[in-house]
Nanobody, 113 residues
Framework: QVQLVESGGGLAQPGGSLRLSCAAS????????MAWFRQAPGKERELVATITTWNRVNYVDSVKGRFTISRDSALNIVYLQMNTLKPEDTAVYYCNPLGRNVWGQGTQVTVSS
């Protein structure tokens, strides 16, 4: 059974940091590029970052230099380290095996003073 469980969201002040985690079932983690998406209220879901099985990474321009995606192949976990958070980063964050319609419940990130 394919499963994704995101965690680590919460409330952060502008300039603060959060680290998101996504535990994935081994069947999808080991063979897929993994991605983090986010969806803010009233907006479409946006691709934030991707990481291949070879650890090649890509980011949307708005998070470059602030966010870092990584994966732990032993634990089947993908992380999103978010630094220098801005109010516009507020959204529900989802991890996803890129190209597949498989989604977890998401984790809420709110950046506010």
């Amino acid at each position: 059974q394919v499963q994704l469980v995101e965690s680590g969201g919460g409330l952060a002040q502008p300039g603060g940091s959060l680290r998101l985690s996504c535990a994935a079932s081994r069947s999808i983690f080991s063979i897929n590029t993994m991605a983090w998406f986010r969806q803010a209220p009233g907006k479409e879901r946006e691709l934030v970052a991707t990481i291949t099985t070879w650890n090649r990474v890509n980011y949307v321009d708005s998070v470059k230099g602030r966010f870092t995606i990584s994966r732990d192949s032993a634990l089947n976990i993908v992380y999103l380290q978010m630094n220098t958070l801005k109010p516009e980063d507020t959204a529900v964050y989802y991890c996803n095996p890129l190209g597949r319609n498989v989604w977890g419940q998401g984790t809420q990130v709110t950046v506010s003073s």
